[in-house]
């Protein structure tokens, strides 16, 4: 985003727009995606991890939709949040920029196992990859397909959208503010 900052918005939109077609490949990939959350999962990454067929989180990750407290939107990812978790959760979450540990990922339903420390994670990572591995590629393949169509999928046209409205977002007032605010590790000027 700090390169895009002097082409406009343009840039912004495109830029959006290219995270939401690599969350959109992750999505439709045809080999099984684990993924293993330790930290920050926040923004970007927690739109990587609503693509996940399976999530494994350390019990300490923090996660979390920031986009609203830096004036922006949660464009790319919002559909495949809302996805995963539904509509309700989500609005809670984006609308506050609530942050939250492993253990409330797993009750709303974002993440499928939370371990307690390293080695219990690289224990489960193995277990499910054991799991995974007893599949025939093929099948899974295709079993993810038929899953994926009969769950809807975000469409590339509201993904468009969702990237020009991050664009405007980003290079209006609060989007200036919010994220030279977070850049300054200072609050934005709205914030209490």
């Known amino acids: 985003m700090a390169n895009a900052r002097g082409q406009g918005a343009d840039a ?11 969350l ?15 930290g920050a999962v926040m923004g970007g990454g927690f ?5 996940s067929d399976i999530a494994i989180a350390e019990h300490k990750a923090q996660f979390g939709l920031p986009e609203t407290s830096l004036g922006l939107i949660p464009a790319q990812i919002a559909p495949f949040v809302v996805q ?24 709303l339903g974002l993440v499928h196992f ?21 599949c025939a590629p093929e099948a899974n393949a295709l079993t993810k397909r038929l899953l994926l169509a009969s769950a ?7 993904l468009d959208e969702a ?14 503010e919010g994220t030279m605010a977070f850049v300054q590790k200072r609050k934005p000027g709205w914030a209490l």
């Open 114 to 134: 939370v371990e307690e420390d390293p080695q219990a994670l690289a224990e489960r990572l193995d277990e499910v990859l054991q799991h995974v591995l007893c």
């Open 163 to 176: 990237a020009q409205w991050f664009s405007d977002a980003v290079t209006g007032p609060e989007g200036v």
């Open 24 to 38: 959109e490949e992750a999505q439709h990939a045809p080999q099984v995606l684990i993924c293993l959350l330790q």
């Open 152 to 158: 809807g999928q975000p469409s590339s046209e509201l």
């Open 84 to 107: 995963r978790i539904g509509l309700t959760e989500t609005r809670r979450l984006a609308l506050t920029a609530a942050r939250f540990d492993g253990h409330q990922a797993r009750r």
């Open 12 to 22: 912004y939109r495109d830029l959006n727009r290219a995270f939401g077609a690599l």
């Open 47 to 51: 739109g990587l991890a609503c693509v």
